[in-house]
């Protein structure tokens, strides 16, 4: 089988608010680059790339001369065109590779009429439990969706979602307000969710100081799955785990095989969170799995913005990890539409059916394709790094200048931005 075509597409497909973040706000919608790769053979196989609120479109259609010809059974050698260690210095294609080795899986597996987790070690689970990804959002001027910005508003939302899919499992979102109001609103989660799962990730924006300060406030409960990025890099982590007895968790800081080895070597995180994105690919995230089997570090799957193809990488890792204990993270409920055929995946009880079908198990519905690719013609990518209620805030690691809870914000379309 050799790839003959690669064609890819830009799309900005609408979320229900623009949902806040330490670096800013995902503002209305995701912008999700899509790719096909075509075969001498007529299948088609589906990637997908992120891009911080841009099209990684460009880069990935530079990348043709590299991937026609490809025969996508060769996983190590596309690999090594696009990411010898040496040569990548100059071209960090990590996440281009990730889109296009997806693409591989999904036409490997039509290939053998087999499903990409059958393909890579077959399912130990035919579900994947989800926890609920709580953001401070905006309200939305045009979905009407309220802000969350207040402790009452936080588990409000939380119990809505919890109520509409089933979570078990609640991740707060933060390094938005000060740490002593995120610290409340986790607080309340945990009072009003006694029975489930917490998880809080404010993306590595906390001082280590504030973080043990942060740490030593929730460590009584029980129901703490782990410590996320409370604050910047291996050292900084390693200082705050010496303090807390919380399980410290990682997706800033150990995402290649170098880092892993140094965690390894001198631990400063527990629990590795796999991102068939950042990591480089599907292929990659369960040898590194395999990696943190050996060595007791725990796992768990990264969501960093998906749309349905995406989705379906982390459901097939999710399905094959021997060791995967947690409830796997998904920004996917906050979309209102996906561009698979059938529309959005269900959750149920919390967690979505692993597909069956040949390859990713999802196929592109061309009409949603087409509608979300015209909005993002019309009204193009956000500032990932941004937030658009803060005009001229830069985002800083630590940072020293969160927003106010106390202030109301004035709600926001995705066209204001
Ligand atoms: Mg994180």
């Known amino acids: 089988m050799k790839i003959t075509d690669l064609r890819v597409h830009t799309v900005a497909v609408p979320i229900e608010a623009t949902i806040r973040h330490s670096n800013g706000a995902h503002h209305g919608r995701f912008i999700r680059t899509i790719v096909e790769l075509e075969t001498d ?6 990637g997908e790339m992120g891009g911080g609120g841009a099209s990684a479109q460009a880069s990935l259609e530079a990348l043709r001369p590299y991937v026609i010809g490809h025969d996508p059974f060769r996983f190590e050698t596309l690999w090594a065109k696009l990411n010898n260690p040496t040569a990548s210095l100059y071209n960090d294609r990590r996440q281009q590779h990730a889109a296009l080795e997806f693409a591989c899986l999904d036409l490997v597996g039509k290939h053998l009429g087999i499903s990409v987790s059958e393909l890579l070690g077959g399912r130990l689970r035919d579900d994947v439990p989800f926890a609920s990804y709580l953001f401070y959002r905006y309200a939305d001027a045009a979905t009407g969706a309220s802000e969350v910005r ?23 979102k933060g390094g938005v307000f000060p740490p002593q109001h995120e610290l409340d609103c986790y607080l309340a989660l945990a009072e009003a969710f006694p029975e489930d799962q917490l998880r809080y990730d404010p ?13 030593r406030a929730i460590q009584h409960l ?3 799955d782990y410590f996320e990025d409370p604050t910047w890099g291996l050292n900084g ?34 629990v590795i969170l796999l991102d068939t994105t950042f990591w480089g690919g599907v292929r990659r995230c369960i040898k590194a799995a395999a990696v943190c089997e050996t060595m007791q570090t725990e796992i768990a799957v990264h969501s960093s913005g998906e749309l349905g193809i995406q989705l379906a990488t982390m459901l097939h890792l999710g399905a094959v990890l021997p060791n995967l204990t947690f ?15 059938g529309g959005k995946m269900e959750y149920v009880d919390g967690a979505i059916a692993v597909p069956t ?35 001229g805030w830069v985002p800083m690691v630590p940072q020293t200048s969160f927003a106010d809870p106390a202030r109301e914000t004035a709600p926001r379309s995705m066209r204001d931005s």
């Open 41 to 46: 053979s007529g299948l088609v196989g589906l």
């Open 150 to 172: 207040t402790v009452d508003s936080v588990v409000a939302h939380a119990a809505e979602l919890k109520k509409a899919h089933g979570f078990a499992s609640h991740k707060l």
């Open 203 to 215: 993306n590595a924006v906390l001082t280590v100081r504030e973080s043990i300060e942060f740490g």
């Open 222 to 224: 029980t129901t703490n």
């Open 237 to 270: 982590m390693r200082q705050v785990g010496a303090e807390v007895p919380l399980r410290m968790a990682t997706n800033t800081v150990v995402v290649g095989f170098e880092q892993l080895a140094t965690n390894v070597r001198d631990p400063a995180c527990d």
């Open 327 to 341: 409830s796997a993270d998904a920004h996917y409920h906050h979309l209102v539409d996906d561009v698979i055929v």
């Open 357 to 391: 079908g040949p390859g990713l198990g999802v196929e592109l519905d061309h009409d949603r394709l087409a509608e979300w690719k015209s909005l993002y013609d019309e009204i193009g990518g956000y500032a990932y790094d941004q937030d658009p209620g803060r005009p």
